[in-house]
């Protein structure tokens, strides 16, 4: 809807910090294709990236990345007037490929620490086998369609209202739960501060 659009640079930022999984849009020999995948971003790119041999991680055509965060659900007093709380940004881009090792270690970096605050300097850094088996794509920010939707229903001053129903909305409260250890975790190594303070908090913002 025209209206849930926003135009101010904020709100993509907000969208972004807020999402964790992104879904690129491409097509392959004629092909549409859809891939999730978790993101890295700055001020002027987004970051995806996946094995050197997909073939969904190719530049120099256009794309199509969306971000989406469920806010609630909207419940109306009919059924035609339902709908969705969320946040969501369509980029569209040409991707460039990154090959300089700064620029490829950078935007592993900003992914990894997107996801996981506090775990690119916990973890072991990629080895050059890792990253040459690793391709990275950088989609400039420039253009982007930002909606948000958050407010009631839509039909409270209808003549549906008389039909004495419940109406309103039903918020999503998703929140991350406590550490799991890998099986083959020797005894005695607990999770580091950044991952067990994280137990109880949501997990989007």
Same mark, same amino acid.
């Given at each position: 809807m025209k209206d849930n659009g926003r135009t101010d640079r904020a709100f993509l930022t907000e969208v972004l910090a807020a999402g964790?999984? #992104?879904h690129l849009g491409v097509v392959i020999d004629g092909h549409p294709?859809?891939?999730p995948t978790v993101y890295g971003y700055d001020d002027q790119r987004i970051f995806l990236h996946g094995s050197a041999a997909s073939r969904s991680l190719t530049a120099g055509a256009e794309v199509c990345v969306t971000v989406t965060v469920l806010d609630g659900l909207i419940l109306a007093r009919s059924v035609f007037e339902h709908g969705i709380n969320y946040r969501s940004a369509m980029i569209y881009g040409v991707p460039e490929k990154i090959n300089d090792p700064d620029d490829l270690l950078y935007g592993l970096r900003l992914l990894t620490e997107h996801v996981a =605050?506090?775990?690119w300097d916990y973890t072991r850094r990629p080895s050059k086998k890792e990253l040459a088996a690793t391709a990275l794509l950088a989609i400039p920010l $420039?253009? #982007?369609?930002v909606k948000i939707s958050d407010g009631p229903p839509d039909d409270g001053d209808g003549p549906d209202a008389a039909l004495g129903l419940w109406a309103g909305r039903l918020p999503v409260v $998703?929140?991350?739960g406590a550490p799991i250890a890998d099986p083959l975790l020797p005894p005695g190594i607990e999770p =580091? =501060?950044?991952i067990s303070a994280r137990t109880g908090r949501p997990i989007t913002g």
């Open positions: 964790l999984v #992104a294709m859809v891939v =605050p506090g775990q $420039a253009e #982007a369609s $998703a929140t991350w =580091p =501060p950044h």
